[in-house]
């Protein structure tokens, strides 16, 4: 009987499993207490290294404002606004998924600018948790208190080619504006089958500008439904019925 292929790699689970660079660690002050953390873009950058541009990706699961209130910003006292979001963030790997619930806060004087932050951070937090279960250079060193695995050496990182470096731009930008546009996990799969792509790092680069700009809330609706740019049904999905 032939065994089931494993999900990772010995080169990949070697790579999961180093202690995390002291180099990548930042800190902020909460609550009077230092909180220890990596940032996103460097769990995205390792997910590229370590698993691949097309063998990862992520999914917005739910994402839900849970206060918003008029507020004075700054030393000037200016009128403005504090906003707080959750959200839980689907991240599959070689067919292995996991979830994180993050949390984000947006403050500005302009309500739609706090809705962005808020929004943005929210998904980005959930992301992380997700990555996080997957091993050591996604922070999961961080949860220990000792930090053991946590060492004062340079990170393994491979450098970026610049079709790459273009290519996280894109997919990054993309992916904040599925959240600002309310794209869910459906309208992802229907866009995915209407371009007939896998990952979104296989879009071609003529097209990334213009699947940015079409993506509006009207256009998420109908994708979110199953539907295209001109409201017909290509794919069945359980919000349609």
Known sequence: MEQPQAPFTDLQLAELQKPLSQEV??????????????????VIAE???????GNWNQDIVEIRRVSEYQRKIGQAKRDGWGVSYIARVRVTVNGVSREGVGAGHGIDVDLGQAHESAIKEAATDAMKRAFMTFGNQFGLALYDKEQRNVVDRPPSTTPLTEAE???????????SKMVQVGLNSDGIATIMLILGISDFSEVKEGLRPQLIERLTPEYAEKLNSGKN????????????N
């Open 25 to 42: 660690v930042k800190t902020r002050e909460q609550s009077g207490r230092q909180l220890c953390y990596v940032e996103g873009w460097w």
């Open 47 to 53: 997910a590229n290294r370590i698993f691949g541009f």
């Open 165 to 175: 470096k273009n290519t996280q731009k894109f997919v990054n930008a993309l992916h």
């Open 229 to 240: 740019s001109n409201g017909v049904q290509v794919m069945n999905v359980a919000s349609s």
